[in-house]
């Protein structure tokens, strides 16, 4: 099916450990976004890419970078986890000038960081 | 700076009931877009409405409707005889500027969402 795939859905890291969360999409779509969930603060932008070979940080950057590999593939990085990082993260995306559906989401992936 | 309020952060129901998510927002920009999306306990999002901001007129889709206000900046949602499967978390988001002159990527801005449960 057609959407945003993200890997891995579950992670355990200790604190300093590194790991990238992946994402990909098969919609053709031009902008990509990384965005955690966390209790009663909705969700918040981490990282975007408007298009391909563009990324800027959005409203919580800090302690994370990103890669916009292709049009399609769109990574998050945790270079040292910390226990502040225990989030859900979800990738998404979406057609600028068509926003019917607003964004697609992935399924999200839960991190926790001990 | 756009900010999206959901101040209702949890409400308990009877199935059969009707129910209404409050959603306030602010913005300077006179042309925006305003979402509502479902997150059940599976976790993922699940798109449900748009609306811009040019068009206030109310929507229904089956057991669902929404009420855009601009003069209060609200949009609404009412679930009327709410079942079982209801039950979810709601956002309302929020995306400022004309998209297709907007370099930033179409940025959403979610509220903190509402918890909704339906008792049987």
């Known amino acids: 099916n057609a959407g945003v795939t993200q890997t891995p859905k579950f992670q355990v890291l200790k604190t300093g450990q590194s790991m990238t969360l992946q994402c990909a999409q098969d919609?053709?779509?031009?902008?990509m976004y990384w965005y955690r969930q966390d209790p009663g603060m909705g969700l918040r932008l981490i990282y975007y890419?408007?298009?391909?070979?563009?990324?800027d940080k959005g409203e919580v950057p800090n302690g994370y970078n990103v890669s916009r590999l292709n049009k399609r593939e769109f990574s998050l990085r945790l270079e040292s986890a910390a226990p502040s990082q225990t989030s859900v993260y979800f990738c998404?995306?979406?057609?600028?000038?068509?926003?019917?559906?607003?964004?697609?989401f992935g399924s999200g992936t839960r991190l926790t960081v001990v | 700076a756009q900010k999206v309020t959901q101040a209702q952060t949890e409400i308990s129901v009877v199935e059969k009931e009707d129910v209404t998510l409050d959603c306030v927002y602010e913005t300077r920009d006179t042309t925006y877009y305003l979402f509502w999306y479902k997150q059940p306990p599976s976790g993922e999002l699940v798109f449900l409405i748009r609306r811009n901001s040019f068009d206030e007129q109310n929507e229904i889709s089956g057991r669902y409707s929404w009420n855009f206000q601009k003069s209060t900046s609200s949009f609404n949602f009412t679930i009327t005889a709410s079942q079982v499967v209801d039950s979810a978390v709601y956002f309302c988001?929020?995306?400022?500027?004309?998209?297709?002159?907007?370099?930033?990527?179409?940025?959403?801005?979610f509220g903190g969402g509402t918890r909704l449960m339906v008792k049987p």
């Open positions: 998404a995306s979406s057609e600028r000038q068509a926003l019917r559906m607003g964004y697609t």
């Open positions: 919609m053709n779509h031009n902008s």
């Open positions: 988001a929020l995306i400022v500027g004309i998209p297709w002159y907007n370099n930033a990527g179409n940025m959403l801005t």
């Open positions: 890419s408007a298009s391909e070979g563009t990324t």
